[in-house]
């Protein structure tokens, strides 16, 4: 299934909305905001299936796994979904395609910044609650692990998304915002090209990439965007077979933090190792610069990035390789909502 943005177009109207999927709803307000907003493919909806890491996962039937705060201009959180107080903001509508969450706390007009994040049960390790932010600051000083119970990327896991933007109310008590919801991660991955006629075995395959995952990350974007020391990251397999003329059917993959490439390498940049054993030899190679196809260097890997990592073996046994750093989410899909 293509991966896909999950693309949110929030827009602020006066009035009343026919709540088809809510389990509470209080009496129509004179003054509120109500918001709306796509939450993903119906597609991936199905019974026991989640999210495919680039949509919001539902909790329940009528229950986007979603975190709205809306902060006024001197930094204070004025409205949260899901309420934290009472009658702070309640869910008019969710199901495959949409939601629609009317906040009674925001009565003035003016300019508000959004912060929303998806997937929270992605989370883990955090130094704070979202729910326990009072301030922009509360917020952006949030800092994460990923769940290591779905460390693979392409696994059916819920990858934390997160977008922040800014809302303008009018006084008539209508406006919108529009956010990119983002993981708050990047993917890396290698794999073997065969370019030799033959059946190629493999063994003892390890990639490690210097410097490039911090222990954590931030919820919201930094720069950098990494708390922590950063450390090294390992690919390996302990044994490939690719037949001839392909590329192996396996990919090794792991999540991690963007983050800017450590100032100690040689220019600033990434930097790896790869290590094979093919027909009883090792190759071995060193401090290999990462470097795109118009040899510019890579020097920071960012959110919802995916880096890929080839080493092509051709006839003769000539070893070359391949750096590629793309968009994780290969299309991007705009649903407007009114």
């Not at 008019?92 to 939601?99: F, P, R």
């Not at 708050?184 to 075995?201: P, Q």
């Not at 990462?290 to 003769?316: C, F, P």
Request: aromatic share 8%; proline share 4%; with cysteine.
């Amino acid at each position: 299934m293509m991966k896909r943005f999950s693309r949110i177009v929030l827009a602020s109207v006066l009035g009343f909305v026919a709540c088809t999927g809510c389990t509470k709803r209080a009496a129509p307000q004179s003054s509120s905001v109500i918001l709306s907003f796509a939450v993903g493919q119906a597609e991936t909806r199905a019974a026991a299936e989640l999210a495919d890491g680039s949509e919001i996962h539902f909790v329940s039937a009528n229950e986007p796994d979603l975190f709205i705060a809306i902060a006024n201009y001197s930094g204070e959180i004025v409205a949260r979904y899901p309420a934290v107080v009472e009658n702070e903001s309640e869910c008019l509508e969710a199901n495959d395609a949409q939601a629609t969450v009317r906040f009674n706390k925001i009565t003035n007009p003016g300019s508000y910044t959004v912060y929303a994040v998806a997937n929270k049960t992605g989370l883990w390790g955090m130094n704070s609650t979202l729910e326990s932010a009072s301030t922009v600051s509360d917020l952006e000083a949030l800092f994460f692990n990923v769940s290591p119970s779905t460390p693979n990327p392409d696994d059916d896991e819920v990858m934390p998304l997160s977008a922040v933007g800014t809302l303008m109310v009018k006084e008539s008590l209508t406006g919108q915002a529009d956010l990119d919801l983002l993981r708050c991660v990047a993917k890396v991955g290698f794999r073997f090209k065969n370019d030799t006629g033959a059946v190629l075995n493999l063994s003892n395959c390890i990639v490690t990439i210097h410097q490039i995952n911090p222990t954590q990350g931030y919820l919201f974007e930094h720069t950098p965007d990494a708390t922590g020391d950063a450390g090294d990251l390992s690919l390996n397999r302990s044994t490939i077979t690719i037949p001839k003329d392909s590329s192996s059917d396996m990919y090794e993959m792991s999540t991690v933090y963007p983050s800017i490439a450590p100032s100690q390498a040689v220019g600033s940049r990434y930097l790896c190792d790869i290590s094979f054993s093919l027909g009883g030899d090792t190759k071995e190679f060193t401090n290999l610069p990462i470097h795109d196809s118009m040899s510019q260097d890579i020097q920071a890997l960012k959110r919802n990035q995916y880096l890929q990592i080839e080493t092509r073996i051709s006839r003769g046994l000539n070893i070359s390789f391949n750096f590629e750093v793309m968009d994780w989410t290969p299309h991007t899909e705009d649903v407007l909502f009114h």
